[in-house]
């Protein structure tokens, strides 16, 4: 009938108890509880996983080695950077990746060094930006005060300035939503964004709505 009915997620939720020769796999950025009541009675028999970042020899792995053909090599200390920048997370992996196989073609190299990982940074900024950008506004608030909030709070962060008053709720609310969904942590009894490559945008090219 080219629409998604109730039905469907009966149909699915049956499929999950009773097919025992089917496994299923569903993903997504917001949890079942934030979803609403009707989402976890629907999947009351799936188990949550949280997948955050690949483990460190793993992301290498991934860098030294993504396919057969690969022959890129990396100047001392670069792929050790790579995996601090993006903090191993699979997506920015590709994404910085993609841009250094780029940068590498367009000089003719097949050695990544300090400055062609420099232009991939720059180029992955502009190539991610989509995500970047849905990191920042998706991520920071669920009102429009909450997101001014946690985009202000976010700029304060990258800048290494004074937060603005953190006793405001729409603040509060900003913190707690940027925690959950890893865009910051505290370390030290500080807060700090998680990722330097997110942060990087933040600081350069973040813009506040």
């Not at 990982?117 to 990191?135: H, K, R």
């Not at 005060?145 to 603005?164: F, H, K, M, N, T």
Request: hydrophobic share 40%; glycine share 4%.
């Amino acid at each position: 009938e080219q629409r998604l009915s109730v039905q469907l997620l009966d149909e699915l939720r049956s499929l999950i108890q009773h097919q025992e020769r089917l496994a299923f796999l569903f993903s997504g950025v917001q949890t079942l509880a934030e979803l609403g009541p009707n989402w976890s009675s629907y999947f009351i028999s799936v188990v949550p996983m949280e997948m955050l970042y690949l483990e460190p020899q793993e992301a290498e792995a991934l860098m030294l080695d993504p396919d057969p053909d690969f022959d890129l090599r990396y100047d001392t200390d670069i792929l050790p950077e790579i995996l601090r920048l993006t903090r191993c997370q699979p997506y920015l992996l590709q994404l910085l990746g993609s841009a250094m196989v780029t940068q590498a073609n367009l000089a003719h190299t097949q050695r990544i060094t300090f400055p062609l990982l420099q232009a991939a940074i720059e180029m992955a900024l502009s190539q991610g930006d989509p995500y970047f950008t849905n990191v920042w506004t998706e991520f920071t608030g669920t009102t429009a005060a909450e997101i001014l909030a946690g985009q202000a709070y976010l700029q304060c962060l990258a800048s290494d300035r004074p937060p603005p008053d953190l006793s405001q709720p729409d603040t509060q609310n900003a913190i707690r939503r940027l925690r959950r969904y890893h865009v910051i942590e505290e370390v030290a009894g500080q807060d700090k964004i998680e990722i330097p490559l997110i942060e990087t945008w933040v600081r350069e090219r973040s813009m506040l709505g």
